[in-house]
C-alpha cells in the first residue's frame, strides 16, 4: 500500500489542521490567560477560595488542553502520508499503566482540593447570630423578609398568599409577630453573616448572585438555607438561573451591601413604612 | 478455508415490493438506513430551530420572519426545547446507534441480519410514531413546551398553569418521550442478543471491532437506562392528567386568584434523580458509539493498529459501568444532600479516567502512523480535539465548588456542545464518509467533503468557545434576551459573533447534503474495499445483499491488522485464512 | 461462544427431537430442525440459534426489571420524603389473587413437562389451565380495585393509593402480555416459524415465573412498605 491514491499525502491537508489546532490553542489560551473575559470580583471568603480552586483547575486543564492539541498537531503534520513505513505497535503496557495513574492521581486530587469551599458553604453551619432573612421565589419576582424589631418571623400560610396585597409570603395578619418587613429587594450589612431560607411558590427557581459565587435551587415544597458573608459594599444582581417559564430571564433583584449604619437606617425607615 | 467450517446462510431472498423492502422493511440494512434518514430529518429540523433562536439572541429587537414581529420568551423556551429533545434523542441517540450500529454491527460480527428483524422494524416505527407525535407540539394552539429538555417538575408538572405550551404541547412531550423510550428498549435488547449471539466462527469479544464494542456497551446502558425514563414519564403523565401527587409538592400558588393546588406531598428532586439516573448514561449513549467510529476510522487511516485496543475495549466497559453512578453532578445545586454531592464529584472525576486513556490511546494510534487525510479521517482526528477540549471542561464542572458559579449558565451549554453534542456529530460525519462507500456503492466526493469539515471544525470552535467565557462571565441559560440587565447587554458583541459563525456553520452542511445526494447516483464507484480495510464489512460487495454474505465468513484475527511488517499489503483483513495470509509474506 | 455450544447444541436438539416427535401441528419440519451445522458453528436454524431467543428475553426482563425498579425507588423516596403518606388497608382478595399466581407457576411447569414428555394433550390442559388462572389473577386484581374504589381510595387519594395503582396496573398489563403469549403458543402455526414451540414455551414460563416472582416482591413491598 503506498501512496498511490489521489487523496494521500496531502501536505496541504496536514498543515491546514495543524495550523487550525494551533490557533486554536493560541487563541484559547491567550483570552484566558489575559482575563478578557474575567469572571466578576468575589465578595465572599467563600467566593475567593471558589477562584483559587478554578484558577488551579485552569491551570491543569489548561497544561493538559495545550499537550494535547498541539501533540495532535504535531503528529497530524509530523506523521502524513509521504509514503513512510509505519511505526508498527499494539501498545504498550507500560504506557496505558502510566497514564491511567497519572490521570487518577491528578483527578482525584484536584476533587480533594475542591472539597473545602464547599464545605465552607455547606457543611458549616451559620454563626448565631446570623441575620436571618427569608426569601420567596415566584414566577418571576423575588420578595425578601426580614423579621421586623421583635426579631421573630410571623406564621406564614399558602392560601393567605396574596401579590395584590403585598403580601407575597402569606403572613398571618392577625398574628403578633406580623411586623415583618418584606422587600422586593435584598439589604444587607457589609461583614455580617446572613442565612437565607430559600422557598419557592410554584415551580422550581434559582437564588444565583455573580458575586457570591452562590447558586441553590429553591424547590418548592423544601426550605433550603444558605448562609454567607459579603465583604464588599455595593450592587449586584440577582438572578434566577433555574428555567422557571417564560418571564424566567426578567425574574431578577437586587443585592444591596451596605454599612451597618445605613442597614439600620433602612431597617427603620421599612419599619416606618409598616406603620402607616 | 475448509468449507465445512463455514455456514450457509439461509436468510431468504430480499422481498419483492417496494412496501415490504424499503417501507416496512426488517431488513437491518434497510432499517439502518432509515434510522439515518430518521436522524437527519430530525437534526434539520433542530438546526433550523438554533437558527431562529441565535438569530432573535443576536438580534433581541428585530422582527424573526415567521413569528409575527419579535420573538417572544414563551416562542424561545419552546425552541430551545424542542431544539435539545429533537437533537438528543432524535439525533445524537438515533444516528450514532440506531443508524449504523442497525446497518454495521450485523455485519461486522458476521450475521445476516439482527438477532429479531420484524422487532428492530417495530422499534423503528415506534420511534418514527414518537418523532412526529413530539414535533406535533408545535402545532398545538399554545405551542411547544418551555420547559427545557430536562422537563423539571413543577414546571412540566402542572400543565398550562406554569405557562403557554406546557398544556397539550408538554403532554405530547412526555407521550413522545415514553415511545421512544420504549423503542429504545427493544434496539437494545436487541443490539445486545446480536452481539451475544450471533457472532461468526472465530469472532470472539477481542475480534470484535471497536465499533461493535460501542454499540453493545451502549445498547446496555440504553436497556438500562431508557426503562427507568419511561417510568418516570408514566408518574408525570399521572400528575398532569390524574391529579396524582409524584412530583408536585403541597400548597403550590400560582396566582392571586386561584386558590392553591390541590395536589400535596411530591418532590421535584424525585424526577431529578429518576431523570438524570436515565440522563447521564444517555450523553454516553450518544458519544460510546462515536468513540467507536473514532477508533475504527483513525486505525484504518493511520495504517495503523488500534493502539492499547484491550484498553479502548475496557475503558468503554469502565465508562458505561461509571455513567450509572455520577447522575448526581447534574444536581449539585439542586438542593440534593451536600455530602452525596462529594460522591458524585469523585466518581464524575474517576469516569475521567477511561477517557483519559481513550483519548492517549487514540494520540498513540495516530503516532507514527501514515495518516490518509480523508474527509472521514479528518472528522475523526476533529472527534479526539473536541472530545479533549469538552471532556476538560468537565473537570471544571464536576467539583461541586467551582459548579457553583459555572452551574446552569453558556458554560454548561459550551460543555456539553462541544463534548457530546458536536464530538457525537463528528463521529457520524466520520461514519458516513467512511460508510457510505458500503452502503451505496459509490464515495462521497472527498473535495466537498473536507470543504465541509474545515467549515464545520473551525465553526464548531467558533461557535462554542465563546460560550465558554460568557458563562465565566455569567451568562445564564435559557435567557430569551438580557432581560434589561446590563451585564448581559454588553455581551450582545459576543451573541452576535456566535450567531454569525452558526449560520455559517450551518449553512456549510449544505455542502455536506449535496454531497449526499449527488453521490448516490453520480459519485465514483467505490467496490468491495475502497479503503483496503479489514473488517468483514468490506469482505462482501457494496451495497451488500440481502443477507449479507453468500457464507458466512469465519474470523482468524483482530480487527485492525494494518501496517504489519513482513507482508505485501499493509492489511491483514479478518476474514482471511492462515494460508492464505501465509502466501502473502514477502 | 463457540465454547458453550456444544451443550446448548445438545438442549436444542433434544428439544426439536421433541417437537418432531408428534405433537401435531406444533410439530417443526425436518427441514429446520436439524442441528444448525457440525461441531459448534454458528448454528442457523433458519435464522438464529434458539438460545438467541432466551437471551433476548433475559435482557427483556432486565430492562422490565429496571422500569419496575424506578417505580419502586420512586415509591421509597415519595413516601420518605412527605409526611402527606396515609397507608390504606389492602384488599384481602389480594391474597388470593396471589396464591392463584403462585398456583400458576406450578400449572405452566405442568405444562412444560408434558411437553417434554410429547404428551400433546397434557401440554395443552396445563397450558390452558394456566391461562385460566392468570385471566383469574387479573379478574381478581380488577376486583381489589373495585373494591377500593368503592372505598373511597382512587388513583389520586393518596401516594400510597398512587403507587398501589401504579404497581399493580404495570404488573397486570405485563401479565396481560403473558397471556397473549400463552394464547398465541397455544394456536401458533409451528410449521412456518424461526422459532421451535419447545423454545417458545420456556420463554413463556420463564416470563411466567419472573411476573410471579414481581408480584411476590410487589406484593410485600405494598404490605410491608405502606
Redesign the interface.
Known amino acids: 500500500m503506498r501512496s498511490e491514491e489521489g487523496q494521500r499525502g496531502s501536505t496541504a491537508a496536514a498543515v491546514v489542521l495543524s495550523l487550525m489546532l494551533l490557533i486554536l490553542v493560541a487563541t484559547t489560551v491567550y483570552l484566558f490567560a489575559a482575563r478578557v473575559y474575567p469572571m466578576p470580583p468575589a465578595i465572599t471568603r467563600v467566593g475567593h477560595w471558589i477562584d483559587r480552586q478554578y484558577d488551579l483547575t485552569l491551570w491543569v486543564t489548561g497544561v493538559i488542553f495545550v499537550l494535547a492539541q498541539v501533540g495532535l498537531a504535531w503528529m497530524v503534520f509530523r506523521y502524513r502520508d509521504r509514503g513512510q513505513k509505519v511505526h508498527f505497535t499494539r501498545g504498550s503496557h507500560v504506557l496505558e499503566l502510566v497514564w491511567t495513574t497519572a490521570t487518577f492521581i491528578l483527578f482525584t486530587t484536584l476533587g480533594a482540593m475542591a472539597v473545602h469551599a464547599w464545605a465552607q458553604v455547606h457543611f458549616v453551619s451559620p454563626a448565631p447570630g446570623a441575620l436571618q432573612v427569608d426569601v420567596m421565589a415566584e414566577q418571576f419576582t423575588w420578595n425578601f423578609r426580614y423579621p421586623g424589631p421583635d426579631g421573630k418571623f410571623a406564621p406564614t400560610s399558602p392560601k393567605d398568599y396574596s401579590d395584590s396585597n403585598g403580601n407575597p409570603f402569606g403572613i398571618d395578619t392577625s398574628s403578633k409577630d406580623q411586623d415583618d418587613i418584606v422587600s422586593p429587594y435584598l439589604e444587607l450589612p457589609v461583614g455580617q453573616e446572613v442565612e437565607l431560607r430559600l422557598e419557592s411558590k410554584d415551580v422550581i427557581h434559582d437564588f444565583y448572585v455573580r458575586e457570591l459565587r452562590i447558586k441553590q435551587d429553591i424547590v418548592p415544597g423544601m426550605i433550603i438555607p444558605i448562609h454567607f458573608t459579603p465583604l464588599q459594599i455595593g450592587t449586584y444582581d440577582i438572578l434566577c438561573a433555574q428555567l422557571c417559564g417564560m418571564g424566567h430571564n426578567r425574574m431578577h433583584s437586587t443585592l444591596r451591601v451596605v454599612s451597618e449604619a445605613d442597614f439600620q437606617k433602612w431597617l427603620k425607615q421599612q419599619e416606618a413604612e409598616n406603620q402607616q | 478455508m475448509s468449507a465445512?467450517?463455514?455456514?450457509v446462510?439461509?436468510a431468504p431472498h430480499a422481498p419483492r415490493g417496494f412496501i415490504r423492502r424499503y417501507i416496512f422493511s426488517t431488513d437491518h440494512k434497510v432499517i439502518g438506513i432509515q434510522y439515518w434518514l430518521l436522524a437527519l430529518a430530525a437534526v434539520s429540523v433542530g438546526m433550523v430551530l438554533s437558527w431562529l433562536f441565535r438569530a432573535h439572541l443576536a438580534w433581541p429587537n428585530a422582527a424573526i420572519p415567521g413569528f409575527g414581529g419579535v420573538m417572544?420568551?414563551?416562542q424561545y423556551?419552546a425552541l430551545v426545547t424542542m431544539h435539545g429533545t429533537i437533537m438528543i434523542f432524535f439525533v445524537l441517540t438515533v444516528a450514532p446507534q440506531s443508524g449504523f450500529g442497525n446497518y454495521f454491527l450485523p455485519i461486522q460480527i458476521?450475521?445476516?441480519d439482527m438477532?429479531?428483524p420484524r422487532l428492530n422494524m417495530l422499534s423503528f416505527w415506534i420511534t418514527f410514531v414518537a418523532f412526529l407525535v413530539l414535533v406535533s407540539a408545535f402545532f398545538t394552539s399554545a405551542g411547544a413546551p418551555?420547559?427545557?429538555w430536562t422537563s423539571?417538575?413543577?414546571?412540566s408538572a402542572?400543565g398550562s398553569i406554569?405557562?403557554?405550551g406546557q398544556g397539550t404541547g408538554e403532554t405530547l412531550w412526555v407521550i413522545s418521550i415514553a415511545l421512544f423510550c420504549l423503542a429504545s428498549?427493544l434496539t437494545?435488547?436487541?443490539f445486545?442478543?446480536t452481539t451475544?449471539?450471533?457472532?461468526?466462527?472465530?469472532?470472539?469479544l477481542m475480534r470484535m471491532p471497536l465499533t461493535v464494542w460501542g454499540w453493545f456497551v451502549t445498547a446496555v446502558l440504553g436497556?438500562?437506562?431508557?426503562?427507568?425514563l419511561?417510568?418516570?414519564c408514566?408518574?408525570v403523565l399521572?400528575d398532569r392528567l390524574?391529579?396524582?401527587?409524584?412530583f408536585i409538592?403541597?400548597?403550590?400558588?400560582?396566582s392571586?386568584t386561584q386558590?392553591?393546588l390541590t395536589h400535596?406531598?411530591?418532590?421535584?428532586?424525585?424526577w431529578e434523580?429518576?431523570f438524570w439516573?436515565f440522563g447521564h448514561p444517555e450523553v454516553y449513549i450518544a458519544i460510546l458509539p462515536a468513540m467507536g467510529i473514532t477508533s475504527h476510522v483513525l486505525s484504518s487511516f493511520?495504517?495503523?493498529?488500534?493502539?492499547?485496543?484491550?484498553?479502548m475495549a475496557y475503558s468503554l466497559c469502565a465508562i458505561g459501568f461509571l455513567s450509572f453512578t455520577v447522575w448526581g453532578h447534574h444536581m449539585f445545586?439542586?438542593?440534593m444532600s451536600?455530602?452525596s454531592?462529594?460522591a458524585f464529584?469523585?466518581l464524575t472525576?474517576?469516569i475521567?479516567?477511561p477517557s483519559?486513556?481513550k483519548?492517549?490511546?487514540w494520540?498513540?494510534t495516530?503516532?507514527?502512523?501514515?495518516?490518509?487525510?480523508?474527509a472521514a479521517m479528518?472528522f475523526a482526528?476533529g472527534f479526539?480535539?473536541l472530545f479533549?477540549?469538552g471532556g476538560?471542561?468537565g473537570?471544571?464542572l464536576?467539583?461541586?465548588?467551582?459548579d457553583?458559579?459555572l452551574?446552569?449558565?453558556y458554560f454548561v451549554i459550551a460543555h456539553f456542545h462541544i463534548v457530546m453534542g458536536v464530538a457525537a456529530i463528528f463521529g457520524i460525519f466520520a461514519g458516513t464518509y467512511y460508510w457510505f462507500p458500503k452502503m451505496f456503492g459509490r464515495k462521497m466526493n472527498?473535495k466537498l467533503g473536507?470543504a465541509h469539515f474545515?467549515i464545520t471544525?473551525?465553526g464548531a470552535?467558533l461557535i462554542f468557545?465563546p460560550m465558554h467565557?460568557?458563562g465565566?462571565?455569567?451568562a445564564?441559560?435559557?435567557?430569551?434576551?438580557?432581560?434589561?440587565?446590563p451585564?448581559l447587554e454588553r455581551m450582545a458583541p459576543i451573541d452576535l459573533f456566535i450567531t454569525i459563525a452558526a449560520f455559517i456553520t450551518g449553512a456549510a452542511q449544505l455542502l455536506f447534503y449535496f454531497n449526499f445526494f449527488w453521490s448516490l447516483r453520480h459519485g465514483e464507484k467505490a467496490g468491495e474495499n475502497p479503503w483496503?480495510a479489514t473488517t468483514l464489512e468490506w469482505t462482501i460487495p457494496s451495497p451488500p445483499p440481502h443477507g449479507n454474505f453468500v457464507e458466512?465468513p469465519r474470523v482468524y484475527r483482530g480487527p485492525y491488522e494494518?501496517?504489519?511488517?513482513g507482508y505485501k499489503?499493509?492489511?491483514l483483513p479478518q476474514h482471511l485464512t492462515p494460508e492464505q495470509v501465509a502466501k502473502m509474506a514477502t | 461462544m463457540a465454547q458453550t455450544l456444544p451443550t446448548t447444541e445438545e438442549a436444542l436438539t433434544s428439544q426439536v427431537e421433541l417437537d418432531d416427535s408428534g405433537l401435531g401441528p406444533g410439530g417443526a419440519g425436518p427441514g429446520e430442525s436439524g442441528p444448525g451445522g457440525p461441531g459448534g458453528s454458528g448454528g442457523y436454524l433458519g435464522g438464529v440459534p434458539q438460545r438467541t431467543y432466551l437471551t433476548g428475553l433475559t435482557m427483556g426482563l432486565a430492562a422490565i426489571l429496571m422500569f419496575f425498579m424506578a417505580f419502586v425507588s420512586a415509591f421509597i423516596v415519595r413516601k420518605g420524603l412527605s409526611n402527606d403518606w396515609r397507608a390504606f388497608p389492602l384488599p384481602s382478595i389480594l391474597y388470593v389473587n396471589t396464591l392463584i399466581l403462585l398456583a400458576s407457576s406450578f400449572t405452566i411447569q405442568a405444562a412444560r413437562r408434558r411437553l417434554a414428555r410429547a404428551d400433546a394433550a397434557g401440554f395443552r390442559h396445563w397450558w390452558f389451565m394456566t391461562t385460566a388462572l392468570g385471566l383469574l389473577f387479573l379478574a381478581g386484581q380488577w376486583t381489589a380495585w373495585r373494591q377500593l374504589a368503592r372505598e373511597g381510595v382512587y388513583l389520586a387519594t393518596n401516594p400510597s393509593s398512587s403507587f398501589f395503582y401504579v404497581l399493580t396496573a404495570a404488573h397486570g398489563l405485563h401479565l396481560l402480555g403473558g397471556i397473549v403469549a400463552l394464547v398465541a403458543i397455544a394456536f401458533w402455526n409451528w410449521k412456518r416459524a424461526r422459532i421451535t414451540r419447545a423454545t417458545a414455551a420456556e420463554m413463556a414460563a420463564v416470563y411466567w415465573h419472573f411476573l410471579d416472582g414481581l408480584w411476590i416482591f410487589l406484593f410485600l413491598l405494598l404490605k410491608l412498605g405502606q
Open positions: 465445512e467450517a463455514h455456514v446462510s439461509h417572544k420568551p414563551e423556551l458476521g450475521a445476516d438477532a429479531f418551555i420547559n427545557g423539571y417538575p413543577p414546571l402542572v406554569a405557562g403557554p428498549l437494545a435488547l436487541n445486545i442478543s451475544i449471539e450471533m457472532r461468526t466462527q472465530g469472532m470472539s436497556l438500562l437506562a431508557f426503562g427507568v419511561l417510568a418516570a408514566i408518574l399521572l390524574a391529579a396524582t401527587s409524584f409538592p403541597a400548597g403550590l400558588v400560582f392571586d386558590p392553591p400535596a406531598g411530591g418532590s421535584p428532586l424525585l434523580h429518576l439516573f493511520s495504517r495503523k493498529p488500534v493502539f492499547g485496543y484491550k484498553a445545586v439542586s438542593g451536600p455530602y454531592a462529594l464529584s469523585f472525576l474517576a475521567g479516567v483519559a486513556i483519548t492517549f490511546n494520540l498513540g495516530l503516532w507514527g502512523g501514515r495518516i490518509h487525510f480523508t479528518l482526528i479526539v480535539s479533549v477540549t476538560l471542561s473537570l471544571f464536576a467539583q461541586p465548588s467551582i457553583l458559579p452551574h446552569d449558565t472527498e473536507k474545515w471544525f473551525a470552535y468557545m467565557w460568557m465565566i462571565m455569567g445564564l441559560r435559557r435567557y430569551a434576551d438580557p432581560g434589561g440587565l451585564f483496503h458466512i494494518y501496517g504489519l511488517p499489503e499493509d492489511f
